[in-house]
């Protein structure tokens, strides 16, 4: 059985789960507070030398990192990772632009919001950080008009990963009002059988 160390809170966590839920895979979570500094050991740093989560450790011990990462592994041979060698590079084009544009402003304002953030150089950053999250928002904006998914047909593990962070913007005090587009997609996405939501702890047995 896969055993994912995961964050409730986290997006990054919250992507693999979703993905596990939806290939009805059967998975043992283990919490790992970021908050109070769980990652910070010596054990997570055994299966991850960033001691970041999420980690997805195999069923021979093998541990894998990084989020998006993980999905890749799980979609292989599922129609979530599609079939077409160009719709496949494009799903990887949104992965990778989802953790170098979109999480680092999205993700981030939504951490410094939630949590009360007082730091003085964050609190410096905020406004850039929030400014590059709405460009974010719009670039996914444009991408979806006249369109239902990311790349293709149907949903891929692209929808997934941009989904994590996105459905969440209002927590970091982003409008999703003036992004219909997004919106509409965000209820696909919910709506898929197999759906869970980001505060759904269980893994399965």
């Given at each position: 059985?896969y055993r ?20 009805d ?8 507070d ?7 050991t010596e ?8 001691q970041?989560?999420?980690v ?13 990462a993980?999905?890749?592994?799980l979609?292989e041979?599922t129609?979530w990772?599609?079939?077409g060698?160009?719709?496949?590079a ?8 989802e ?5 680092p402003n999205?993700?981030t304002?939504?951490h410094w919001?939630?949590?009360g ?6 609190t410096?950053?905020l406004p850039?950080?929030r ?13 979806l ?13 692209a929808?997934?990963?941009?989904y ?8 970091g005090?982003?409008?999703?009002g ?7 997609w965000?209820?696909?996405v ?6 869970v939501?980001?505060d ?6």
């Open positions: 059985m994912l160390y995961d964050f409730l809170a986290s997006g990054n966590g919250y992507k693999c789960r979703l993905l596990l839920h939806h290939l895979l059967p998975f043992e979570r283990v919490e790992v970021l908050l109070r500094g769980e990652s910070r054990a997570l740093g055994r299966l991850n030398p960033e970041r989560i999420p997805l450790e195999l069923e021979d011990g093998t541990a894998l990192p990084e989020s998006n993980i999905l890749c592994f979609a041979g129609p990772w599609p079939a060698r160009l719709a496949r494009q799903v990887l084009r949104w992965l990778f632009w953790q170098y544009s979109h999480e999205v993700a304002v939504r919001v939630l949590h953030s007082t730091d003085e150089e964050r410096r950053l850039r950080k400014e590059q999250g709405v460009r974010a928002l719009t670039v996914m904006e444009r991408h008009a006249g369109r239902a998914w990311f790349v293709g047909e149907g949903p891929t593990v929808d997934l990963a941009l994590a962070y996105t459905h969440v913007a209002p927590e005090a982003f409008d999703l003036p992004f219909p587009a997004v919106r509409a965000l209820a696909r919910a709506a898929l059988p197999g759906h939501t980001i759904h702890a269980a893994g399965r047995a």
